[in-house]
Nanobody
Framework: QVQLVESGGGLVQPGGSLRLSCAAS????????MSWYRQIPGKERELVAS???????AHEDSIKGRFTGSRDNAKNTVYLQMNNLKPEDTAVYYC?????????????WGQGTQVTVSS
């Protein structure tokens, strides 16, 4: 049974920071690139960033220089460190395994974690 459990979201003021976590189980975690996605109500879910074995890749220009990612294969966990948060970062954030070539997601979505950036 594959499970993806996101946590670490919350309410933060503009300019603040959060660290999101994604705990994965039910598959060989180290074999997959892991990615972060976000979704605003009424909008399509968008790919934000990916954490490969040896590299972090930001897919959205708006997060470059502000977000970084990492992974701990021993704990089957991937992280997203979010700094200098802006109101436009407000969304539900999800993680998923990703095919490196096509960037297609592999597993069913978890529940996500809500990030709200507001003064």
């Amino acid at each position: 049974q594959v499970q993806l459990v996101e946590s670490g979201g919350g309410l933060v003021q503009p300019g603040g920071s959060l660290r999101l976590s994604c705990a994965a189980s039910g598959f060989t975690f180290s074999n997959y690139a892991m990615s972060w996605y976000r979704q605003i109500p009424g909008k399509e879910r968008e790919l934000v960033a990916s954490i490969y074995t040896s590299a972090f890749l930001a897919h959205e220009d708006s997060i470059k220089g502000r977000f970084t990612g990492s992974r701990d294969n021993a704990k089957n966990t991937v992280y997203l460190q979010m700094n200098n948060l802006k109101p436009e970062d407000t969304a539900v954030y999800y993680c998923n395994a990703m095919r490196s070539g096509s960037r297609a997601t592999i597993f069913p979505w978890g529940q996500g974690t809500q990030v709200t950036v507001s003064s």
